[in-house]
């Protein structure tokens, strides 16, 4: 609150000498003298802790202000980053699901090629030809003429190497055990003399039949059986697994061709 000064006067008062007797309503001296009381003016400066405490005010608010400022670009630093780190992630996957489709690509080649050949796809390469195991049955001549659409024939099989590769595979193919393939073998021009798709006698050095085959059984058909299937669930010994039938009955069929050079 604001000071007031007040200032103060001595006060005299002075009796005069004389009669005792006198009357009540004598004259009585008396000095006065004067009594200023003056009020100072409030100050218009403030005091030295208001200042300070302005000052400290001021200070804090700056403060605020810059952790404020400090927060906003933390923020944006932050959200940057988890862009960031969203593309890195989305390009890795893309990345990934790349190298996973060439990866397939690659085995899938890797299967059907080997040195400067390669095959269809779906047909399955071996020491330079390929092979196509069908999944559909029809008749030995059918099965010969689907082949050869598809700028190739029945197979016909030149070494024991050859006819390991063939059983095997039929052995994992096969459903049941009549679940055979027809091989480019017939003997339909003259019984017992049998020769291949492309005209060439069959070595009987090379020759894979089952015991007792071939019969030329005519149980099922009165012309008996002139065409050649293979094929035995459990990879038979000494890959003994041809046998006769009546080209009539449909069957599986292996076609064969040769692999296409690679560029």
């Not at 899938?108 to 390469?125: I, M, R, Y």
């Not at 029945?154 to 091989?183: A, C, G, H, P, R």
């Amino acid at each position: 609150m604001p000071e007031t000064e007040v200032l103060y006067s001595d006060v005299k008062f002075t009796k005069k000498k004389g009669d005792t007797t006198e009357a009540a309503s004598s004259s009585i001296e008396a000095t006065y003298s004067e009594i200023k009381i003056s009020k100072t003016q409030p100050s218009t400066e403030l005091p030295e802790c208001s200042t300070a405490s302005q000052q400290a005010v001021s200070n804090e608010g700056s403060k605020v202000k810059s952790k404020k400022v400090a927060l906003v670009i933390l923020c944006v630093l932050l959200a940057v980053v988890v862009i960031a780190l969203c593309y890195v992630y989305y390009h890795h996957m893309q990345t990934k699901k790349k190298c996973q489709t060439l990866t397939t690509e690659y085995e899938d080649l890797e299967k059907n090629v080997t040195g400067d050949s390669k095959c269809d796809k779906g047909w399955l390469q071996h020491g330079g030809k390929c092979y196509f195991f069908s999944t559909t049955n029809s008749s030995w001549e059918e099965s010969r003429c689907y082949c050869q659409i598809q700028g190739g024939d029945l197979v016909k099989i030149d070494s024991m190497k050859e006819q390991t590769f063939l059983t095997n595979e039929l052995s994992d193919k096969m459903k049941y055990e009549e679940d055979k393939f027809w091989i480019g073998l017939t003997d339909s021009k003259e019984e017992n003399k049998w020769f291949w798709v492309d005209d060439s006698p069959l070595n009987t050095s090379l020759s894979f039949w089952r015991k007792d085959e071939p019969d030329n059984w005519k149980g099922e058909n009165p012309e008996g059986e002139d065409c050649v299937r293979m094929g035995e669930k459990g990879r038979p010994a000494e890959l003994k697994c041809w046998s006769d039938k009546s080209c009539d009955v449909p069957q599986r069929r292996i076609c064969e061709k040769q692999a296409l050079n690679w560029i």
